[in-house]
């Protein structure tokens, strides 16, 4: 998985509590991302950071905030869960724009009950 | 709206068939169409990544094709193999999208039975 490790791996948490996941990359790349993947849905950008302190929303954003304070850590966090954010989250690295490779993590599979 | 759709939706085939998964997309300025594999409980993995000029890449026993003017793309997996049970996801990114924006389609599920 390109030295792109996330934790938790798994999470099942209660409805109104915060949760922060965490994506960690040894590759040195200066974009990172978080998608969330749902049965019916392809793949969706939720926020993505193209440096240390730089970031901005994607598609799918309510309800999440990240931040990123070192170019190798990113962190993705529910302010307070809903069952509708019971999904599988997955990271992914690039190192530039274009036609560059999106490298993904193995994922974070999240259960809000 | 930038979409990406695929079929079929599933399909078997056995071990050492060939198969061809389909890809349509509206997104626009196209920049580049990639293919990835998923493996069950795994993220995405890169097979191929062809810009608006390529019109075949292949990848071992995977062959990508791109037909820009129609805005259709193909992938097809020769002598299938158990290992090729997977998801596979067409993907395109629009020019200059913010944040390199990747439209995913749901992909299409292939089971290959012996």
């Known amino acids: 998985d390109a030295g792109i490790t996330q934790s938790p791996r798994h999470k099942v948490t209660e409805t109104g509590t915060p949760v922060t996941l965490r994506c960690h990359q040894t590759e040195n790349h200066r974009y990172m991302y978080w998608y969330r993947q749902d049965p019916g849905h392809g793949l969706r950008l939720i926020h993505y950071?193209?440096?240390?302190?730089?970031?901005d929303k994607g598609e799918v954003s309510d309800g999440y905030s990240v931040s990123r304070s070192k170019t190798e850590d990113f962190l993705l966090t529910l302010e307070s869960a809903t069952s509708s954010q019971t999904s599988v989250y997955f990271c992914?690295?690039?190192?530039?724009?274009?036609?560059?490779?999106?490298?993904f993590g193995p994922g974070t599979r999240l259960t809000v009950t | 709206k930038n979409q990406v759709e695929q079929s079929p939706q599933s399909l078997i085939i056995l071990e050492g068939k060939n198969c061809t998964l389909q890809?349509?997309?509206?997104?626009?300025?196209?920049?580049?169409l990639r293919w990835y594999k998923q493996d069950t409980g795994r993220g995405p993995v890169s097979l191929t990544i062809m810009t608006f000029s390529e019109n075949t890449k292949s990848n071992g026993r995977y062959t990508a094709t791109l037909d820009a003017d129609t805005k259709q793309s193909s992938l097809h997996i020769t002598a299938s193999q158990l290992s090729d049970s997977a998801s596979y996801i067409c993907v395109v990114s629009a020019e200059k999208a913010a944040g390199n924006k990747l439209t995913f389609g749901g992909g299409t599920r292939v089971l290959v039975k012996p």
């Open positions: 950071s193209y440096g240390v302190k730089d970031t």
């Open positions: 992914a690295i690039s190192e530039g724009q274009g036609v560059y490779e999106q490298y």
């Open positions: 890809c349509n997309y509206t997104v626009s300025p196209f920049s580049n």
